[in-house]
């Protein structure tokens, strides 16, 4: 009972003079205090927090102040009306929550090994992968570390689907199987020379420049990311396999 009642939101003290207050009916401050052994002091400060709870009720007569129990029932009323109150709030917590959500998140990397950041987040998020820009510029600016990005890609079966620069046809890694099956890939001129790739994956949007002192950015924003989509759409019905 006791543990209950502690779930109801009584502390031990309350439970005391609760349950005694049910035993003994109608009482005074003086008379609990004999009875539960408590200081006066810690017998009126609880009783007030019962009051003001609504399990219990005070009156006075013959100048003598007194102290009673509401009815047991009267907790479930209690719950009752608190759920009520709640609920009438959730849509206001929830448009709280969503608005938290929709804030964007921006993380920023300079230079060759910060920027790599980019690469190890897709691997890690493993969601379906969009991609435009130019894969020769990435080989130029970061080496060997794209195509072990496409291998980690193939790993763990994220699906690409990109539109790469009209330079990079015929690039031989696109022809190794386990690759070749996830990936669907275009091809634009006009992302030729381009120096800086765009990745769409998940919620987030990434953007990575292929210069001598490189920079990327991790966006995370539901609308962002749909913009970029849109983007991304117009380069793939343009652009030619």
Known sequence: MKEELQEFGLSANEITLYVTLLKTGKTTANRLAKITGMKRSTIYDNLNLLINKGVISSFTKDNVLFFESADPHKLVYILEDKKKKIEKIIPELQKIKETIQEKTGVTFYEGKRGVLSVLNDIIEQKKELWFYGSRK?????????????????????????????????????????????????????????????????????????????????????????????????????????
């Open 137 to 241: 510029m990435a080989l130029i600016a970061f080496k060997h570390y794209p195509e072990n990005f496409i291998q980690k890609r193939a790993e763990e079966k994220i699906r690409l689907k990109a539109v790469l620069a009209q330079e990079d046809r015929g690039d031989p890694i696109y022809q190794i199987k386990n690759i070749s099956k996830l990936s669907n890939i275009k091809f634009s001129k006009d992302l030729n020379q381009i120096s800086s790739n765009t990745f769409i994956y998940g919620d987030r949007v990434a953007f990575m420049t292929s210069e001598d002192n490189p920079v990327g950015i991790i966006i995370t924003n539901a609308k962002i990311v749909e913009q970029q989509k849109k983007i991304f759409q117009i380069l793939w019905k343009n652009s030619r396999t």
